[in-house]
């Protein structure tokens, strides 16, 4: 039955809320915490694929919603940086059927490499946004997206977070939704982005926002629990069940639309309490828009900015004890799986001294003992173009050492147009880039990838994107393949080699990931795989 309870993580509520929503596809780019939403929904029934990245996944998502039927994007935070082009401008557009984006944000930084807070892009661009709290409210708000979307024509956000996305708590489902099939009606001046068409369309979205801001103030998912006019807390998220339960006594405001918030309704709480404070992960978002509107709340301290908040902290912040907090234990580092491909090729990196511009992926872990033979890493792609600049103006002894290297996941994600300026833009030394391929995009639990040749359910697509076809066709002068584990002097000689020329040379370590072998030898004998 439909409604019966079950035991949910955020990430498989919203994929089961897309799929009661009516959702046509989901699209999006791994990326944790968000990655398994996707993944829930293909195993759920709904149509879904893996898109080489993010602003492709949007603009995919773009496409289904101007058709009149609804679609949902996934991506982690840093992912909304690389859609945010087509994410501006999809604000001016509107969109007909449903567009819901799912993205989780990493406070703490689990797994990333900054702690960035999409609210801030809400009010940047100008789309509503919306948070649950939990996995009951990550089902409703996903279906409540989707009306909302279709409601004002306009594109919906769903905040998640790490917490949310990875917890477990009791979902009772709702029903199913029918949605029109897909049916494309022209309507040129509000999809064409021309000056002249743009001009107005900004004027209707910021009618649209306070048309929004005026129902979230009567209507919105907002809670508040509590009567006390001593103390009101006004928080978010998860965030708000840890307030619940460290200030029991206290009245909470609970904001479920984060963008654009409910400002009458936070004015009026706020003066129905002697003191009032603001208690949320990361950026000051909510404190500076109510201090802005001239609520009164408490200053905000600086050191509960950063990682994830709990209920000792949370009890702090009401305590307004801004000492040193207890450092955390230590947890054991990240490491290589045993047996892992990148080992060997970092490995013989090291003892060759190279400067090696690094990328996203497992073997981002090579800076780690014992290998500790990474030089930079910023985002997905950047290997290249940092190894470029670094190539352009260091002395010749200096840029014959540096190398770029990217996954192969990650190389379709953003390696290809650092490719085009490798050729268009070419050092006077040449450049070196070693691709490690190993047939899947592993930091992110085995996804698929279009140098695969599966698709997200892990069937065949009939055509795989070759590595070295691709590059040898963008231009690189040569292009080596070797086995790093089975080949490491011919890996060697041709780093070496590569090195002492002024060639274009991009050296393809080509093993496949240990776990990925493990998981399709399963898939062969027709086992369950997880």
């Known amino acids: 039955m439909s409604n019966e309870r079950r035991l949910l993580s955020g990430n498989e509520a919203v994929a089961l809320g897309a799929m009661h929503a009516g959702c046509a596809l989901g699209v999006g780019y791994p990326g944790t915490p968000s990655t398994e939403i996707l993944e829930n929904y293909s195993k759920l029934g709904g149509k879904s694929q893996w898109s080489p990245n993010e602003k492709v996944a949007m603009e995919v998502g773009i496409g289904v919603a101007f058709t009149g039927t609804r679609t949902l994007v996934t991506m982690k935070h840093v992912g909304l940086n690389v859609a945010a082009d087509p994410f501006f401008t999809v604000a001016y557009t509107g ?3 449903g567009m819901v984006m799912a993205v989780a944000d990493d406070p703490g930084m689990a797994s990333s490499q900054n702690e960035q807070d999409s609210r801030n892009y809400a009010r940047a661009a100008g789309i509503p946004m919306l948070e649950p709290a939990d996995s009951q409210e990550a ?4 279906k409540l997206a989707f009306e909302l979307s279709e409601r004002w024509n306009i594109p919906v956000l769903l905040r998640l977070c790490t917490r949310i996305c990875h917890s477990k708590t009791i979902v009772v489902p709702g029903d199913s939704t029918t949605v029109p099939q897909a049916n ?6 509000q999809r064409v982005m021309i000056p002249g068409y743009a001009r107005p369309a900004h004027k209707a979205l910021r009618n649209k926002l306070a048309e929004m801001e005026d129902w979230n103030n009567t209507d919105g998912p907002n809670q508040i629990f509590g009567s006390s006019s001593k103390l009101g807390i006004i928080t978010n998220g998860v965030v708000a069940l840890h307030a619940l339960e ?3 006594d206290a009245k909470v405001f ?3 639309m984060i963008y654009p918030l409910p400002m009458k309704a936070l004015l009026e709480f706020i003066d129905s309490v002697d003191d009032c404070i603001v208690i949320e992960e990361s950026d000051p978002f909510i404190q500076t828009e109510v201090q802005a509107a001239g609520g009164k709340v408490r200053p905000r301290m600086e050191r509960y900015r950063f990682g994830e908040l709990d209920v000792v902290r949370v009890k702090r912040i009401v305590a307004g004890d801004d000492s040193e907090e207890a450092v955390p234990p230590q947890g054991k580092p990240p490491q290589l799986c045993a047996g892992c491909p990148h080992g060997d090729s970092f490995g013989m990196l090291k003892k060759l001294d190279c400067i090696i511009t690094g990328d996203i992926g497992c073997y981002t872990l090579s800076v780690l003992p014992p290998y500790e033979t990474m030089d930079t890493c910023v985002c997905m792609g950047a290997s290249i173009g940092i190894g470029l600049g ?5 002395p010749e002894e200096q840029a014959r050492r540096v190398i770029s290297v990217i996954g192969d996941g990650t190389f379709m994600h953003s390696g290809l147009t650092g490719v085009a300026e490798m050729v268009y833009n070419r050092p006077e030394t040449g450049h070196v880039l070693v691709i490690l391929d190993n047939g899947t995009t592993a930091m992110t639990g085995l996804q698929e990838h ?3 040749g599966k ?3 892990h069937l065949p697509t009939g055509k795989t994107v070759s590595l070295e076809e691709t590059c040898l066709a963008m231009g690189i002068d040569q292009v080596v393949i070797v086995d790093p584990s089975r080949e490491i002097e011919a890996f060697e000689k041709a780093v070496v080699d590569a090195l002492a020329s002024n060639d274009l040379t991009v050296v393809i370590a080509r093993r496949p990931c240990i776990l990925a072998l493990t998981r399709d030898a399963k898939f062969k004998r027709g086992e369950k795989v997880r």
């Open 450 to 452: 279009p140098g695969t």
């Open 455 to 457: 698709k997200l359910d």
């Open 246 to 248: 460290a200030a029991p």
């Open 95 to 97: 969109v007909t059927g």
């Open 139 to 142: 089902y409703e708000m996903t």
């Open 184 to 189: 494309y009606v022209r309507d040129i001046k």
């Open 390 to 394: 670094m190539r352009h103006v260091l």
């Open 254 to 256: 609970k904001v479920g």
